[in-house]
């Protein structure tokens, strides 16, 4: 309680001091984070992709993106970035409690999928273990971008599944439209007694802006449809500062971001009466990112973009008081692009990325031996526009090195091709189509793993002899505008060779199941798609109904089923707003997947029915107030991910009833 008063107490200090500001303005452009009232974010109508090197509007990519920003993003943040980005069609999340969720794309995930910070990795070891933590803040985000389909070619081998890319802002690069502007947010929830607060300050004078940031969430074990979920409590903290000189031609700016997690592992709960200790991990990140960008008046390049990141990574495992395992990763990443003029209808970037990362695991029970992992890239990709053809085109070598402390060095040389083209059949009818050649080194632990791995409860042993895998995807999409609707819809098929994937043999070791890192080679297809109608528009308010779906299908040629395969979903949102009101329910339905991989558990189908309410208070030109409450799993369905290690310990939270406030200033 003492704390709630506090956080209301500064918010509405915030906003006398914001009352009192001037509102002179400086050339920009409008983003998620200088929207200063919910209304303004409800009228987004194009959204720019930063993760690619040419800006475009999200309607403007051939590739599958979508974006989420303004009221949308808002309204789906959760506790994880996996869980935030979770209802776009294709996308899923792994669970391992209410504070770990990577996201799923198309069934693939690990580290086939990139998950980025403002356009470079997020330096954490997420990818080694389900249950290990994003150190990235969903909360604290203007904008998340999900690019579907292989994106080695911007970002390496890493993101041969796709990429999720979070837009903060920590390191300004334009003039804000006011020189003190913000947003903050209190929330808490009923089935974990959540508390969690955020603010974010940008700050201007002249050419130089500031900006800061700050999250804090706190949550007892929450309760599932049957009863409390022991060892499923979350403390995170995050908080940055960052601050740029901008002028005419670039800018130039550096931001120091902190991460700490703190949460219990549901899987293992410990046991008092047989003298065992539950788990828990404690994560500590610290960041650093220098970003730049130029723009030339004259010649062949029209920019040059730079960025570079550090980032000191600790995550270590408790045992009760005792430490378990200890894993430390220092990363280094840096990346320049440069963008292209038009030359003879085509426009285009190139550019260069470099990695180094030094990771070790330190411990009885490290899985995986220290490793210093070495990668360098050169990219470059064109576009160009008639009269109704878009045609994108794309090229990607690397070099990866993996080098254990223990073992022999392997090398890999990936090499990513792409080719996109977008045709306007008639107004308001596009067709897209995507083909992607893409090939992804193998990860350390794919690699080198050979111990017991408590989190996942199994004796992991690597493929030091592992291949490059390779994908060959087709994509077909197409598109519909028109003033009653804006529907998209898409069918892939993905074969690999040389798949890497974690296979449960059904053999004992050390007393746990005995899990083999495999290679073969397999199939995945699926369609997805959405459309938003607008129903009515009126004195009685704006009406419109979503409804989308999304189905992957994944299996080895030789036959059989590939693990933690995402189910086939579907599902419909009405949405209704009036001047100051917003309104929202839902219905997300969830198919069994009784097609598990060999000592695989089955999971049965589920529905999910969330509900939204919103009320906003204008109190000044700048600053407006946003009340809120949402109400998730409404109808307390015992939900289980087969997405997940601990589906048949911890299913998802049941019902759940949330109230927060916003400030826009």
Sequence with gaps: MKQAVLSLTILAALNTATAAATTETAPSSTTGAERNSPQQAHQLDEVQVYALPIKQGADDVIAPVSVLAGAALDDAKAGTLGETVAKQPGVQTTYFGPGVGRPVIRGLDGPRVGVLSNGVSSGDVSSVSQ????????FLADQIEVLKGPATLLYGSGAIGGVVNVVDGRVPDRLPDRPFSGRAELRGNDAANERTGMARLDLSSGQFVLHADGAYRDTDDYDGPDGKIENSFLTTKSGSIGGAWIGDRGFLGLAVSRFLNHYGNPAEPGDAAEDEAAVTLQLQQTRYDLKGGLNLDAGAIEAVRISTSHTDYRHTEFEGDEIGTVFLSQSNESRVEFVQREVAGWRGAFGLQFLHRDFRAIGEEAFVPPSQTRSYGLFGMEQREWDRLKLDLGARIDRHVSDPSDGAKRSFSPLSLSAGAAFRLAEGWHL??????????????????????????????????????TSHQVEL?????????????????????????????????????????SQADARFHGFEGEALFKLSEGATGHYDLRVWGDTVRASLDSGGN?????????????????????ASAGVTRYLAQDRPAPFETATDGFTLVNAHLSYTIDSSDNTSWELFADGSNLTNQTARLSTSYIKDKAPLPGRTLAFGVRAFF
């Design 131 to 138: 249950d290990h933590a994003v150190s990235i803040e969903p």
């Design 432 to 469: 897209n189509l995507n083909l992607d050649r893409a090939q992804r080194a193998p990860a350390e632990e794919e690699l080198f793993a050979n111990g017991p791995h408590v989190a996942t409860e199994s004796f992991e042993v690597g493929l030091p002899q592992a291949n490059k895998e």
């Design 477 to 517: 999409g197409l598109h519909f505008h028109s003033d009653f609707v804006d529907a998209k819809v898409s069918g892939y098929v993905n074969r690999f060779s040389d798949y890497i994937y974690l296979a449960d043999t059904g053999e004992i070791q050390d007393e746990l199941p005995l899990r083999q890192w």
């Design 562 to 582: 590939l693990p933690r395969m995402a189910p086939a979903r579907f599902g419909a949102d009405l949405k209704w707003s009036a001047q100051a009101w917003r």
